[in-house]
């Protein structure tokens, strides 16, 4: 059974150009977060999916940002117009009803 | 409002020395809490979760307990080695929080050899 996968897991982008984040869950879950580890800060809840809903976007900036998780494929967290205060390691975790979450490695976005 | 501190921030033991990792939490009405190992540039391994109605759990040289009423958790590591060098965090889930998780700043552990 594979882990929670994410790619790309290194992303470059210049200011204004759109980053798009995908995530994987591990086989049977159907419960999805967002994490932001920002330098030097602690992970931040960003949002939490099920398949096709939005349950608990709270912790999402109220713009530029938005996430999906569509019936077939990953979840994917999709940062328009980026800026570098968006630099930061964005991670996804899943878990089943249990609240376990389990976490994918990453995606470190760096803003040029 | 809903926070998870661990203090301090830095710790540094001697190869072969139990210790204890400290996180506390404002709220006691929690669902379960987490305790996850996170290595340089890496993500997040779960070492051990609590749930509410538990006092603690173990896993090999790993202990982790659970204080609700004093809002507190404890993270024993016995016989330390240079392997368990990484930052350690807490997580909580709050009671109505949508599962969502509460995370410490997390303690970086170095063992030295």
């Known amino acids: 059974n594979a882990g929670v996968m994410q790619n790309p897991r290194h992303l470059v982008r210049r200011r204004g150009q759109e980053a798009r984040l995908r995530c994987s869950p591990m086989?049977?879950?159907?419960?999805v977060y967002w994490y932001r580890q920002l330098p030097e800060e602690g992970l931040k809840f960003m949002v939490y999916?099920?398949?096709?809903?939005?349950?608990?976007e709270s912790g999402m900036p109220k713009e530029r940002f938005s996430a999906e998780f569509p019936k077939e494929g990953p979840s994917i967290l999709r940062i328009q117009q980026v800026v570098r205060g968006d630099s930061a390691a964005y991670f996804c975790a899943s878990s089943t009803e249990s609240y376990e979450q389990y976490f994918g490695p990453g995606t470190r976005l760096t803003v040029t | 409002k809903q926070e998870v501190t661990q203090i301090p921030a830095a710790l540094s033991v001697p190869e072969g020395e139990n210790l204890v990792l400290n996180c506390s939490f404002t709220?006691?009405?929690?669902?379960?809490l987490q305790w996850f190992r996170q290595d340089p540039g890496k993500g997040l391994t779960s070492l051990l979760l609590?749930?509410?109605?538990?006092r603690e759990q173990t896993s090999g040289r790993l202990n982790a307990s659970l204080d609700k009423s004093s809002g507190r958790s404890t993270l024993y590591i016995a016989a330390s080695q240079p392997g368990d060098s990484a930052t350690y965090l807490c997580?909580?889930?709050?009671?109505?929080?949508?599962?969502?998780?509460?995370f410490g700043k997390g303690i970086t552990l170095s063992v030295r050899p």
């Open positions: 609590i749930q509410s109605s538990q």
């Open positions: 086989k049977g879950h159907s419960h």
């Open positions: 709220d006691s009405a929690i669902y379960n």
């Open positions: 997580a909580v889930t709050y009671s109505g929080a949508n599962s969502k998780l509460t």
């Open positions: 999916l099920q398949k096709e809903n939005i349950i608990d």
